[in-house]
């Protein structure tokens, strides 16, 4: 007796707690949809999972037939081999449950769900729309003008009709019209990759590589010859890497393009660097600096000596921001040098040198004999070596400004990084002006970026990133965020949610409780915490506030700076 008792007043709390979830469910029909989702999930003790904040790749998506899974209400968003995290709206849901039970059985699937949104499964679903890059720009149209074409012989109007055209017509217009596309979407690199039965062909647009199409295998030969015999190449060599370049001259503006050529398994793989001029024309207050990270630039790149170090990975913009600082202090005045491997854009009114193997000279070599030409400021594409960083420094402290590139993880790591070249520890203080590091992210499109209310799951993680912020920098820190940006895609951005690029910064100027830290030849992390005493902003904290702003998604900081926002389950 006593025992079926304790079974009913259990069976009660059960039924007590399903109620009040089943209340707390319908109380916040008319809240945030990112709430409800949040109450779903306590009441089915599942993770809840917000995908405006995590990337979510198409060919995931496309594990489970679109429409199945519209059907269903669920999305795949996660799988290694035969493991899937879905996403789901409603476990319970009759279509649901017999979609799972179906690639259980059937497909010999394991999973584990997690639950969304509507407008999170919405946002998983576009995947499916979205289909190639090819197929985005049906609506836009890609066309480019052909008078103007020198390199390229014939007209090109549209790489919409590639995968149509491509067994009809002559791989030379194939070859221009893969040129025409790039260009046209603004990619900064185009992928030309030989598998086994086919050719693939992907740009890399605002950072991210999007597949274009697959291309005939025949084509592959012909394809490779263009690109060797444009570049200056040799035709007769297939098992060692090459690298060239070409120019197109189209409607009086010179885009350079940088060649590379990789023997693999299936053949040579082609990747073509297309280099604009626009970009280094970029202003500094274009660049991304908030208010208080572009006085400290201000201040530093005027003085006539001293040496400022941009650092960050490849690809995150730092020879973008020292051409900056170039163009906007160049002067008639004022004697620029520049070392660089290679040289990739032409500014007027300064010296560019070429070094590197096939050069015959490095930047030390180079770094030895720009010093004998009378120069006010030099820059020098990268510290690689502790003969360079050696003459960088002393360049820096007997009159000249120079400007550099350093390969670390954050802004502190420059100072570790010096030690490591053998620089004197005594000379760094007296020769860095400033260290900037930096990451490149994607901005909304403004066409059709949209406002949406976060879970408090996600307004308190957000809060938390926020309250480490130093107070002393003068940066103003929201008090409150009511909603936060997300992509969707339209036909100005060709479906993809994002349209051009900025920077997130941290950066540091030495000064004498920095200069301290580094005589005592402390780590990183010390030299960390004192650039954070004087007010440093981290690069995830500037790109949470540029979030915030809606310049750009919380989506984007995660996928460049790391796990701010984790996927659970």
């Known amino acids: 007796m006593q025992r079926v008792t304790k079974t009913n007043d259990k069976n009660q709390k059960k039924e007590l707690r399903e109620k009040i979830q089943d209340e707390t469910i319908k109380r916040l029909y008319h809240k945030s949809e990112e709430e409800r989702a949040t109450a779903i999930a306590n009441k089915f003790n599942l993770p809840y999972v917000d995908?405006?904040?995590?990337?979510?790749?198409?060919?995931?998506?496309?594990?489970?037939?679109?429409?199945?899974?519209?059907?269903?209400?669920?999305?795949?968003?996660?799988?290694?081999?035969?493991?899937?995290?879905?996403?789901?709206?409603?476990?319970?849901?009759?279509?649901?449950?017999?979609?799972?039970?179906?690639?259980?059985?059937?497909?010999g699937i394991n999973y584990n769900l997690v639950i969304v949104s509507q407008d999170s499964l919405k946002k998983a679903w576009t995947s499916y729309k979205i289909g190639?890059?090819?197929?985005?720009?049906?609506?836009?149209?890609?066309?480019?003008?052909?008078?103007d074409l020198t390199e390229f012989e014939k007209g090109i109007n549209s790489i919409i009709d590639l995968k149509k055209r491509v067994s009809e017509i002559n791989t030379t217009e194939i070859f221009n019209i893969i040129m025409a596309g790039a260009i046209k979407t603004k990619s900064s690199d185009v992928h030309i990759e030989p598998n086994l039965d086919y050719i693939r062909l992907r740009y890399r647009v605002d950072g991210v590589l999007q597949d274009i199409v697959k291309l005939p295998k025949k084509v592959h030969r012909i394809i490779v010859s263009r690109v060797k015999m444009l570049s200056k190449m040799k035709l007769n060599i297939s098992n060692i890497p090459q690298d060239g370049h070409f120019g197109i001259n189209l409607e009086n503006t010179q885009i350079n393009v940088r060649s590379s050529i990789l023997p693999s398994s299936f053949g040579e793989s082609i990747v073509l660097r297309i280099l604009s001029d626009s970009?280094?024309?970029?202003?500094?207050?274009?660049?991304?600096?908030?208010?208080?990270?572009l006085e400290k630039v201000e201040e530093q790149i005027i003085k006539p000596t001293g040496m400022i170090l941009t650092t960050g990975p490849t690809g995150s913009g730092k020879t973008t921001t020292l051409y900056s600082f170039i163009r906007r202090i160049n002067q008639p005045s004022i004697k620029i040098i520049t070392l660089e491997n290679p040289v990739e854009y032409r500014v007027e009114g300064i010296s560019q040198t070429e070094v590197g193997e096939d050069k015959e000279m490095s930047f030390a070599d180079g770094l030895k004999a720009v010093v004998r030409q009378d120069p006010d400021i030099i820059m020098v594409g990268e510290v690689r070596d502790p003969e360079t960083a050696e003459i960088s420094i002393q360049a820096a402290l007997t009159g000249h400004m120079v400007l550099s590139t350093l390969h670390t993880n954050n802004a502190a790591g420059a100072i570790p990084r010096l030690l490591h070249l053998k620089v004197n520890p005594a000379l760094i203080a007296p020769a860095i002006n400033l260290v900037i590091a930096q990451r490149l992210v994607r901005k909304l499109c403004p066409h059709c970026k949209e406002e949406y209310v976060p879970a408090q799951e996600t307004i308190d993680k957000i809060k938390e990133v926020l309250s480490n912020i130093p107070r002393n920098n003068g940066i103003k820190i929201p008090n409150e965020i009511k909603v936060i940006y997300r992509s969707s895609g339209c036909s100005k951005c060709n479906f993809i949610g994002y349209s051009g690029r900025i920077g997130i910064y941290e950066m540091f100027p030495m000064t004498s409780n920095i200069e301290k830290i580094i005589l005592k030849d402390t780590s990183s992390s010390d030299i960390m915490s004192a650039i954070r005493e004087d007010g440093m902003i981290s690069i995830k904290e500037d790109g949470v506030l540029k979030a915030l702003e809606g310049l750009t998604s919380l989506e984007e900081i995660r996928r460049v700076t790391g796990e701010i926002f984790s996927r659970k389950g």
Do not use: H, M, W
């Open 51 to 107: 995908l405006n904040l995590i990337p979510v790749e198409a060919e995931i998506v496309n594990s489970i037939p679109e429409e199945d899974a519209r059907k269903a209400d669920v999305a795949v968003i996660y799988k290694v081999g035969k493991k899937f995290q879905i996403a789901v709206i409603d476990p319970e849901k009759y279509e649901t449950k017999k979609l799972l039970e179906k690639i259980k059985k059937e497909e």
């Open 132 to 147: 190639t890059v090819t197929e985005k720009f049906e609506d836009s149209g890609v066309s480019l003008k052909k008078e």
């Open 279 to 293: 970009i280094t024309g970029l202003k500094l207050d274009e660049l991304g600096f908030n208010q208080y990270y």
